[in-house]
């Protein structure tokens, strides 16, 4: 079957970046799907792969966002018919919630931080060390059954797997216009740190994504 990926975007400025570029350059049809417009999920049975974007809401605020529910709702679904899912920062946390796991207030981390990688399943050959891209002011527990895959000095949580699903806290996809534009909103000290941090960590993040990206629809071991 011809893979075909739905991307659940949350905030306009929270786009897939890297991913959009590497799923063009794979030819696989992708939909972004604006939930910050529609304020519903669609139907998605015709999608392959599932991924879930940040966004500055809490997966717990589903009196406020109804349709935080609906997508744990289908991201179980998605486990248990074996469809791929991938869950960036907030989608992280969504696959966390899904699965049963806590989310909740961690340390904020903003910019460039070190994590530590296992280097196994979909994260295969990736260095011990990366640095990464962090926004985020919570934290999820490894829900039953998760692989924990990275993990952070301030924040342990960075990564997990479990079964179809990928659940990553940082942020691969970034291009310098995202960063730039997520700088902007940021306090002048918080800004002032990002725009000191060398622009040269950005290839290699941007490299990772793609490795990522295109594991995630060709596939990888789950028992690594």
Not at 72 to 88: C, S
Not at 150 to 176: D, K, M, P, W, Y
């Amino acid at each position: 079957m011809q893979p075909r990926v739905a991307v659940f975007i949350h905030e306009k400025n929270e786009p897939p970046g890297v991913l959009e570029e590497v799923f063009s350059d794979m030819d696989i049809p992708f939909e972004g799907i604006p939930l910050f417009r529609l304020g519903r999920v669609p139907d998605t049975g015709h999608f392959t792969h599932l991924v879930f974007m940040g966004g500055p809401m809490s997966v717990n605020d589903e009196e406020t966002y109804p349709w935080l529910a609906e997508e744990k709702a289908l991201i179980r679904r998605a486990g248990v018919e074996g469809r791929p899912v991938l869950g960036i920062c907030l989608g992280a946390q969504l696959i966390a919630a899904a699965h049963g796991a806590r989310v909740y207030p961690s340390v904020p981390e903003t910019g460039w931080s070190e994590v530590l990688c296992r280097g196994t399943g979909i994260f295969a050959g990736f260095p011990d060390r990366l640095r990464v891209f962090q926004l985020h002011g919570e934290t999820f527990d490894i829900p039953p059954g998760g692989q924990l895959e990275c993990t952070g000095e301030t924040v342990r949580n960075q990564a997990f797997s479990l079964g179809s699903a990928v659940a990553i806290q940082f942020h691969l996809e970034l291009t310098g216009n995202i960063i730039s534009d997520w700088s902007a909103a940021l306090g002048p000290v918080a800004r002032a740190g990002i725009e000191n941090d060398p622009p040269s960590r950005l290839p290699e993040s941007n490299r990772l994504c793609r490795v990522l990206g295109e594991r995630f629809i060709q596939g990888w071991d789950r028992g690594a």
